[in-house]
């Protein structure tokens, strides 16, 4: 793999404030100015409406949208494209989409070649190397859980922390994370609302209002503050 342009949002909407509101300057200085974004609508149903909604946001700051299909055209667009963004919804229904057309492995190939990635939601759960620390119901089977890959450790968006006053029984986000460490040894990075993850190549930074919780087998899940150098995290194991 190349050294990637990576911008991996937690979320798409902070309470309170407009959708991408909460971290668009920050994701216009990683996009440089006024571009053309593929857009990958795949994990709503409504592909249509949801790539509207995108263009109408991102045409307020001067950047084209222009979604993709699962036709051959798409892979045509994503050529022509300053950058890809891979949107938000049920993850299973977008990483079945990306396989069952071919994209996932175009879109990765063109973010290895240089193409500048950014991800939202599911659109950041399939830039780890598999689904498997989704949040979402399996509404549908994909071929397989792969995904992207784009880094090498998984995450979990929206990442919740157990709260002590609740009384739900059910398990707690941290369980299930513990859970699926008990069976796999790659890393998972939970990003709590409102923080995203940049990377440019080797260096991958922790930014946004809020942290992230790593965890690892067999160690205490570790704290990670906003500007927090995850770097460490690309380092192959």
């Known amino acids: 793999m190349t050294n990637p342009r990576l911008f991996l949002?937690?979320?798409?909407?902070?309470?309170?404030?407009g959708l991408f509101d909460h971290a668009m300057p920050e994701l216009l200085a990683f996009l440089g100015g006024p571009r053309r974004l593929a857009f990958v609508p795949f994990?709503?149903?409504?592909?249509?409406?949801?790539?509207?909604?995108?263009?109408?946001?991102f045409a307020q700051e001067g950047i084209e949208v222009v979604g993709l299909g699962t036709d051959a055209r798409a892979a045509?667009?994503?050529?022509?494209?300053?950058?890809?963004?891979?949107?938000?919804?049920?993850?299973?229904?977008?990483?079945?989409?990306?396989?069952?057309s071919g994209l996932l492995a175009a879109i990765r190939?063109?973010?290895?070649?240089?193409?500048?990635?950014?991800g939202s939601s599911a659109?950041?759960?399939?830039?780890?190397?598999?689904?498997?620390?989704?949040?979402?119901?399996?509404?549908l089977q994909p071929r397989r859980f792969d995904a992207i890959g784009l880094v090498p450790f998984q995450i979990n968006p929206h990442?919740?922390?157990?709260?002590?006053?609740?009384?739900?029984?059910?398990?707690?986000r941290e369980q299930?994370?513990?859970?699926?460490?008990?069976?796999?040894?790659?890393?998972?990075?939970g990003l709590r609302e409102g923080a995203w993850l940049w990377r440019e190549g080797k260096v991958l930074r922790l930014?946004?209002?809020?942290?992230?919780?790593?965890?690892?087998?067999?160690?205490?899940?570790l704290e990670y503050p906003p500007g927090a150098d995850l770097s460490f995290l690309l380092k192959k194991r």
């Open 123 to 139: 659109g950041t759960n399939v830039a780890a190397p598999t689904i498997r620390t989704t949040n979402d119901m399996p509404i």
């Open 76 to 100: 045509k667009t994503l050529a022509k494209a300053d950058a890809v963004f891979v949107g938000g919804g049920n993850t299973f229904r977008l990483v079945d989409a990306l396989q069952r």
């Open 43 to 57: 994990a709503l149903k409504d592909r249509r409406g949801y790539t509207a909604k995108v263009a109408e946001r």
């Open 9 to 17: 949002l937690s979320n798409s909407t902070q309470s309170g404030r």
């Open 159 to 172: 990442y919740v922390d157990v709260d002590p006053s609740s009384t739900h029984m059910g398990e707690s």
């Open 207 to 221: 930014q946004g209002a809020n942290g992230a919780r790593l965890f690892r087998r067999g160690k205490a899940p």
């Open 109 to 118: 190939k063109a973010v290895q070649g240089g193409l500048p990635y950014v």
């Open 176 to 189: 299930r994370l513990r859970e699926y460490l008990e069976e796999n040894g790659v890393p998972v990075l």
